[in-house]
């Protein structure tokens, strides 16, 4: 019969085994980290797909709401206009990034043939002033960052995706919820120690016993 001690190293194990895995520091992360970001063209939303699992942010963790009413217009951002910076197959432009619009960007984006100010109500897209929350493209803020034009951003709303495009490094330079982030991995790095720690431990024991 398993020792206790085995038993709880495994549950611990089942349960952090995902934020262990991709949270910062873990080398699991994939991304580029060329000198300049990556920028693509954004591909047109999609409004009438069945809403996907939300999935996780760029810590590791539980993917956070976004903005589910973005300038009071009662739409919901993201890909799937849930609230969610989630992604999927379909979403080619992977609007993973939530960000907090600012006039600058917004001039920036129009320029560069991105009208985001603009309503569209055939992609059900309300158009965003300085202060709005939104889902953006992980290219369109890798193209903005490259400019020196990029807005600030939610890492606990910024899907894990973002990170094949943009490091961590960088987008924690930017973000908004930096002290609420840095609890969150300083919690993850707390309890994979603490996992460390009950492992030697049962194999410490597992040494013993064949002695």
């Known amino acids: 019969m398993p020792q206790p001690i085995h038993t709880l190293v495994l549950s611990l194990l089942i349960l952090t085994l995902k934020a262990a895995a991709w949270s910062p520091g873990s080398g699991l992360a994939r991304h580029r980290t060329p000198t ?25 963790t539980e ?3 976004c903005c589910s009413n973005v300038g009071g217009s ?27 619009a600012t006039d600058e960007f917004l001039d920036f984006s129009k320029s560069v043939g991105n009208d985001l100010s603009t309503p569209m109500p055939e992609y059900n897209f309300p158009g965003l002033n300085e202060g709005d929350i939104w889902c953006l493209c992980a290219q369109r803020w890798a193209q903005a960052y490259n400019a020196g034009k990029a807005p600030k951003l939610f890492l ?4 894990e995706k973002t990170l094949d495009y943009i490091p961590l490094g960088v987008l924690k330079v930017f973000a908004i919820d930096a002290d609420e982030a840095n609890a969150v991995i300083n919690k993850l790095n707390l309890q994979r120690n603490h996992l460390d720690e009950l492992i030697s431990k049962g194999a410490a024991e597992d040494d013993d016993s064949f002695q």
């Open 74 to 100: 009662g739409i919901g951002t993201g890909f799937y206009r849930n609230g969610l910076c989630a992604t999927g197959d379909m979403d080619m432009g992977r609007h993973t990034v939530c960000v907090r």
């Open 63 to 65: 993917l956070s709401c």
């Open 156 to 159: 606990q709303s910024t899907h």
């Open 36 to 60: 300049r970001l990556m920028a693509e063209e954004e591909e047109g939303d999609v409004t009438d797909v069945e809403t996907k699992h939300s999935g996780y942010n760029v810590l590791g």
